[in-house]
C-alpha cells in the first residue's frame, strides 16, 4: 500500500510519497526516508520505495524541490528534463535540504505501524544530503549512493555516531577519483562507516531504468544496503 502525507515545517508544509510494507500482527516496522536525486519524487524513486517496503520497511520519500517548485517528476531521458533537473538542483539550498530530512525524520518515527527506528537513504543529491543528515541529524543508519561533493564535508564525520555506509561509482563522471580518495581516507579511520567501490560503474548505476543502470551492481549494492538496515534497524 502507498499514500502521500505532508510534512509540516515552520518554513511551510510539503508532500512525501509512502511505502507500507504488508501488515504483520503485532509487530511495528522500521522507517527509511528516501531521499531524492535531482529528478524528484518520480518513478524510480517510488520504485525504491516500494522495493523497501516489500522487505518489511514503511519507506518515506519528501519532495524536497518544494521551496522552488512541487511536484517535481523528471527522468534522465531528455536534453530538456536535465536542463530542468541541474536549474532545481543549482537553485536547491543544502542546508535547508537536510532540515526537511530531519522534519521528515521526526514524522516518520511517529506514523502508525513505525517502530521508532529510522534510517535514510538516498541517491545522488539525495546521497549528499544522507552524508550529511548522518553527520548532524542522528538516524539510526544511513546509505549514501554516489552523493556528489560529498568529499567537501569529510571534516562533518568527526563525532558522528550514526553508521554509514558509502556507495561510489569507480568510473563517476561527477565524482572524481581524487574526490573519492578524500572520502576513502577520511572513512578509513573511522569505524562506523563503510565505503564500496564499484569498479567501471558510472554515476547513477542503480538508477531503475536509468541510463547508467547496472543490474549487477545495483543488485550487489542494495544486498548491502538491506544487510546495513537489517543489522541496525530492525
Same mark, same amino acid.
Given at each position: ?94 542546508? @535547508?535540504?537536510?532540515? *526537511? &530530512?530531519? !522534519?521528515?525524520? =521526526?514524522? $516518520?518515527?511517529?506514523?502508525?505501524? %513505525?517502530?521508532?527506528?529510522? +534510517? ?56 572524481? @577519483?581524487?574526490?573519492? *580518495? &578524500?572520502? !576513502?581516507?577520511? =572513512?578509513? $579511520?573511522?569505524?562506523?562507516?563503510? %565505503?564500496?567501490?564499484?569498479? +567501471? ?34
Amino acid at each position: 500500500m502507498n499514500e502521500h502525507i505532508t510534512i509540516e515545517t515552520p518554513d511551510g508544509n510539503f508532500g512525501a510519497y509512502v511505502a507500507h510494507p504488508a501488515q504483520v500482527a503485532g509487530k511495528a516496522a522500521p522507517a527509511i526516508v528516501v531521499i531524492q536525486e535531482i529528478f524528484g519524487i518520480n518513478a524510480d524513486i517510488r520504485a525504491h520505495c516500494d522495493a523497501l517496503a516489500a522487505h518489511g520497511y514503511v519507506a518515506v520519500a519528501p519532495d524536497l524541490f518544494w521551496r522552488q517548485e512541487s511536484g517535481i517528476e523528471l527522468t534522465d531521458a531528455s536534453q530538456e528534463e536535465w536542463a530542468k533537473a541541474f536549474a532545481l538542483y543549482q537553485g536547491f539550498d543544502v542546508d @535547508k535540504g537536510v532540515a *526537511d &530530512v530531519a !522534519a521528515t525524520m =521526526a514524522v $516518520a518515527r511517529t506514523l502508525p505501524g %513505525v517502530s521508532g527506528k529510522v +534510517g535514510v537513504v538516498g541517491f545522488c543529491l539525495g546521497g549528499l544530503l544522507t552524508f550529511l543528515t548522518a553527520t548532524r541529524c542522528a538516524p539510526d543508519a544511513a546509505v549514501s549512493y554516489y552523493g556528489g561533493r560529498s568529499n567537501e564535508f569529510v571534516g562533518e564525520l568527526a563525532g558522528m555516531s550514526t553508521p554509514l555506509m558509502m556507495h561510489l561509482a569507480g568510473a563517476d563522471q561527477y565524482i572524481p @577519483k581524487p574526490a573519492q *580518495d &578524500v572520502i !576513502a581516507a577520511a =572513512a578509513a $579511520a573511522l569505524d562506523n562507516v563503510q %565505503v564500496f567501490v564499484y569498479p +567501471g560503474q558510472d554515476h547513477a548505476f542503480a538508477r531503475v531504468n536509468g541510463q547508467h543502470f547496472n543490474a549487477d551492481a545495483a543488485a550487489l549494492a542494495e544486498q548491502r544496503t538491506l544487510a546495513h538496515f537489517a543489522a541496525l534497524l530492525v
